[in-house]
């Protein structure tokens, strides 16, 4: 690890584990160190270990198992779809389709940034962003859950009604979402998420992370959301 690097020292302990990965050193279902044993090892924090694995199980190389450890994930495909419906809002993606959109919120609060937070908004640990949960519907029915993060510049948004369009807010204020990068993999049904979305609790669900950026790459927000596959298609064009 090199200390005085502007590289975050969590950013470089993940790369450094993404490293062994690609090489064959850690291989699907290898159980990693402990967070004491990678803190000595590395001569790290072991807030600076947990960050790290936060990191890699955001972007699904490792998954954590209650009481058990943490381990290499099996091999995704992964797929980069470059295409504009990338960067049309939820409502308008659902007008297009002929369908009406709405929205319950859920909470809004400023918390501090978790470590994939941090870097896909390229926020330091110290600054607070903007959490928006809200329950997103089609013709009334509850389809998912979306959680945004923004930057401290987006708090414009705290003025605006949040069961609306947050893309059209963007662009009353000279913010043109234009790019993104979306990866989706599978969940699995929280107690609350089961509530809220009308399934099972440990139901499959699909997970999408996504960072979109406006028109000067700057990123705009970071989400997670967690969708009901029964009420969702996906089409992607590449």
Not at 98 to 119: D, F, T
Not at 139 to 162: R, S, W
Request: negative net charge.
């Amino acid at each position: 690890m090199i200390k005085n690097s502007i590289v975050p020292l969590y950013q470089q302990l993940s790369d450094e584990i993404k490293a062994q990965i690609k090489e064959g050193k850690l291989k699907a279902g290898d159980r990693l160190m402990t967070e004491a044993e990678f803190s000595q090892q590395y001569e790290v924090s072991r807030i600076t270990v947990r960050k790290a694995i936060e990191l890699l199980v955001d972007e699904g190389y490792v998954t954590r198992r209650q009481g058990i450890g943490t381990f290499i994930a099996e091999k995704k495909l992964r797929r980069v779809v470059d295409s504009d419906n990338l960067v049309r809002s939820f409502s308008e993606a659902s007008r297009l389709s002929g369908q009406e959109p709405s929205s319950e919120l859920i909470s809004v609060e400023w918390v501090p940034p978790e470590a994939s937070v941090q870097h896909h908004l390229h926020v330091g640990e110290e600054e607070q962003v903007l959490k928006i949960v809200r329950l997103r519907k089609i013709d009334g029915i509850p389809v998912m859950i979306e959680t945004n993060y923004y930057p401290k510049k987006m708090e414009f948004l705290l003025q605006a009604n949040l069961t609306g369009s947050t893309y059209e807010v963007f662009r009353e204020h000279g913010l043109v979402p234009s790019h993104a990068i979306r990866t989706v993999q599978i969940c699995y049904a929280t107690r609350e998420e089961a509530q809220r979305l009308g399934v099972e609790e440990n139901q499959p669900l699909l997970l999408q992370s996504e960072v979109t950026s406006d028109q000067n790459h700057e990123a705009l927000h970071y989400s997670k959301v967690v969708v009901n596959s029964q009420r969702y298609r996906l089409t992607m064009i590449t």
